[in-house]
Structures are given as structure tokens and as C-alpha cells.
């Protein structure tokens, strides 16, 4: 089944600073690779996702990186924000078949200071 | 609102008892998953249904047991509950069919269950 490692486990960084977390899966055939934020107490929020058949992907100040060969990816947060502070899961699924569960890596929680 | 809903918000309950925690997916949205999370942890992959089958089980207990019905909501039953098994479940659903939109999944705002 798919392993997924994702470093690091917490993260504190200034307000407007960067953040960057990265995630390695092990199953070559995955061919999705979502983040979640969630918030103390709350659900986990799809915020961005990418497929296999791209490198990057970017969504105002968040992106995205994909590396197939290596197989890793990770999440950039660009001018981070006290809003920002949460927990961050990846997640990639048992190979490519739709409808497959998500193996999540263990989190990274960020914490953003004023 | 992401569309999945759960019931209870909260349940507290005693050591031994037996609880029953309810989720209703999306609209149009085949596969429920469910999902533990304690304290401070990930998220643990208890189970998966695809209309009404069991798909996919990780790390779940044998005192715990799900269904989906064919309505395509579904129930998960902790049973003989411990004080571990207090926690945070959340349910999730994607729509989980070839063709369809990949794997994205939508969670629910979850049950917080309480053993004392």
C-alpha cells in the first residue's frame, strides 16, 4: 500500500515569511496528490491539489510542486499570515483507480507569528 | 459547508457502552470513508464504503463496525468503548467512480466522542 512521509512535523515561522512542507509517497502509480488544512477543532479543508500530469500548480499564495521521479511533493505558502496557522496534511491515493482511499502524511503544524 | 453532514456534533458517553455515529455524503457521491483522529494526531483511515460494499479497511478495531446503507449514508458502531477511544471521527465522501473527479474528498465537521 502507499506510504506517505511528511517533513517537518511542525514549523513556526514570522508573518510574511515563507513556509515550506514536503511529503514523499512511495506508490508510483498515484496520480493525485492533495493538502488539507485544518484548523483546532475543525475539518479538514481540501486547499489545493495536483495531478500527475503537472509539475506545479499555483492558486493565489499557495503552490504546489510535483516530482514524479522522485516522488515527492510539496506545499509553498508565499507572504504567510496569522491565518495561516494550522495543521497541514498531504495525501496521496493506492495507486490511480478513482474512488481509492488517501494515505495522509502525519501533519505538519504551522505556526505563524505577528 | 463542504455538503457532508454528521450527527451527533458531540457525544459523551461511559466506558463499556455503545455508540452509533451517522454521516450523509454528498450529494451524488458514492464512497464514504471514515476517519479517527485523537488528540493531537493524524488521521487515522478506519474504513471505506463504495455504494453499499465495503471498499478499503485500515487499523479498525474489531469492536468497531460500519455499514452504508442504500440510501448511501452510513453508520459507524464503537462498541465496548474505551477511555483510547476518545476522539475526533470524521467522515469524508468523493465520488469515487471511474470518470469521475479523481479522489477528492470532502470531509464532515466530524463527532467529537468522549469516553468517561
Known amino acids: 500500500g502507499e506510504n506517505v512521509e511528511q517533513h517537518p512535523s511542525t514549523l513556526s515561522v514570522q508573518e510574511g515569511d515563507s513556509a515550506v512542507i514536503k511529503c514523499t509517497y512511495s506508490d508510483s502509480a498515484s496520480n493525485y496528490f492533495p493538502w488539507y488544512k485544518q484548523e483546532l477543532g475543525k475539518r479538514p479543508q481540501l486547499i489545493i491539489d495536483i495531478r500527475s500530469n503537472v509539475g506545479e500548480k499555483k492558486d493565489q499564495r499557495i503552490a504546489v510542486t510535483l516530482n514524479k521521479t522522485a516522488k515527492h511533493f510539496s506545499l509553498h505558502i508565499t507572504e504567510t499570515q496569522p491565518e495561516d496557522s494550522a495543521v497541514y496534511f498531504c495525501a496521496a491515493p493506492n495507486g490511480k483507480a478513482a474512488g481509492n482511499k488517501l494515505t495522509f502524511g502525519g501533519g505538519t503544524r504551522v505556526l505563524v507569528k505577528p | ?116
Open chain 2, 1 to 116: 459547508d463542504s455538503g457532508v453532514t454528521q450527527t451527533p456534533k458531540h457525544l459523551i458517553t461511559a466506558t463499556g457502552q455503545r455508540v452509533t455515529l451517522r454521516c450523509s455524503p454528498r450529494s451524488g457521491d458514492l464512497s464514504v470513508y471514515w476517519y479517527q483522529q485523537s488528540l493531537d494526531q493524524g488521521l487515522q483511515f478506519l474504513i471505506q464504503y463504495y455504494n453499499g460494499e465495503e471498499r478499503a479497511k485500515g487499523n479498525i478495531l474489531e469492536r468497531f463496525s460500519a455499514q452504508q446503507f442504500p440510501d448511501l449514508h452510513s453508520e459507524l458502531n464503537l462498541s465496548s468503548l474505551e477511555l483510547g477511544d476518545s476522539a475526533l471521527y470524521f467522515c469524508a465522501s468523493s465520488v469515487g467512480v471511474a470518470g469521475g473527479l479523481d479522489n477528492e474528498q470532502f470531509f464532515g465537521p466530524g463527532t467529537r466522542l468522549t469516553v468517561l
